[in-house]
């Protein structure tokens, strides 16, 4: 779900510079920034590595993917997914941006505040959740560092691209998993359950994942807008080919939460084939298209039309998929 996070922070920000009025390349920039900050809270499934290597070390009862997620289960979600952490954290990354004169002691703030936030996990709760936040926090640190030195963003910006980042992420994980811990290290009132999308766990899947796509179309349509780019001009017709993935819903088992890795890899398959695989050309057709839609429709490089046909194709894959499982499955 990272890149999905990374992804809505990103549509974010860069289209709130765009509103602002921001020039096209820093409104690209700052978006970047902000999605990098957005896949930062997910660091801590590093620590169900420790998961592994107690596997290892027994006799295996556990498979390896249960063992991961037996080891994250307790600090995944937790501590880096909290609003109060994010929002403390988000200025001391803007600090640790600072360049020139007053980078050294503005260096030392944001560490001094970083640092206290790691020791207030030991103290308050457990040396796993002080490491975890020490990852949240190197982590942080490594991206300001590296927006300081390679981009010309103001520290006030970079520390807004971080809280819209660290501040969007945890929305994301509403319908997929457990909820996050809001308010860490306080009680958090509300949610104890992830949101049911559908009481029947294959379409609640779907319409998971169709949020996702959605999430996916909202970023390529903010890089089309700044980019000054046609978004139907890079959508090539093999993406219609997407439509013969809805007898899947026929021939293979049903997906779920828990079981979902058939589904979204060949879901995704479909689309990365539509997007690069390019069919027979027919010169007569091509130019007829080519006279209908040169008044409204600019030309795109290849990168974007292999993402945007990809894209379409997952689009229409899905669509099919759940009106097969509709008809035919569930009826």
Partial sequence: MFVGHALL??????????????????????????GAFAAIPDVDVAYALVGLLEWYAADGALEPTAAFWDASRGVHRSVTHSVVVGALAAPAFGLLAVRGRSARFATVA?????????????????????????????????????????????????????????????????????????????????????????????LHLLAAFAIELAVVWLAVLAYCRLADRGVLDGIDRRAGVGAAYGAVALAAT???????????????????????????????????????LRSYRPSSSGTLEVA????????????????????????
């Fill in 254 to 292: 049903p997906p779920t939460l828990e079981v979902s890795y058939h589904f979204v890899f060949s879901i995704l398959g479909v689309g990365l084939l539509c997007g690069v695989v390019r069919g027979p050309s027919t010169p007569e057709f091509d130019d007829l298209l080519s006279r209908r």
């Fill in 9 to 34: 922070a990103f549509a974010i920000a860069a289209l709130a510079a765009d509103w602002r009025g921001w020039e096209r390349r820093p409104a690209l920039t700052v978006g970047i920034v902000a």
């Fill in 308 to 331: 945007l046909t990809a894209l379409t194709a997952v689009t229409v894959a899905l669509a099919a998929y759940v009106i097969v499982y509709r008809l035919a499955v569930v009826a």
């Fill in 110 to 202: 944001g560490v001094a505040l970083l640092g206290s936030l790691v020791a207030s996990a030991f103290v308050w709760h457990s040396p796993v959740v002080a490491f975890v936040m020490g990852l949240f926090a190197v982590s942080g640190v490594l991206v300001a560092r590296g927006v300081a030195r390679f981009s010309s963003l103001a520290p006030t910006t970079v520390a807004l691209a971080a809280l819209v980042g660290l501040l969007s992420h945890p929305w994301g994980d509403l319908v997929t998993g457990s909820p996050p811990d809001w308010l860490f290290p306080f009680a958090a009132p509300g949610l104890d359950s992830r949101v049911v999308l559908h009481p029947d766990p294959t």
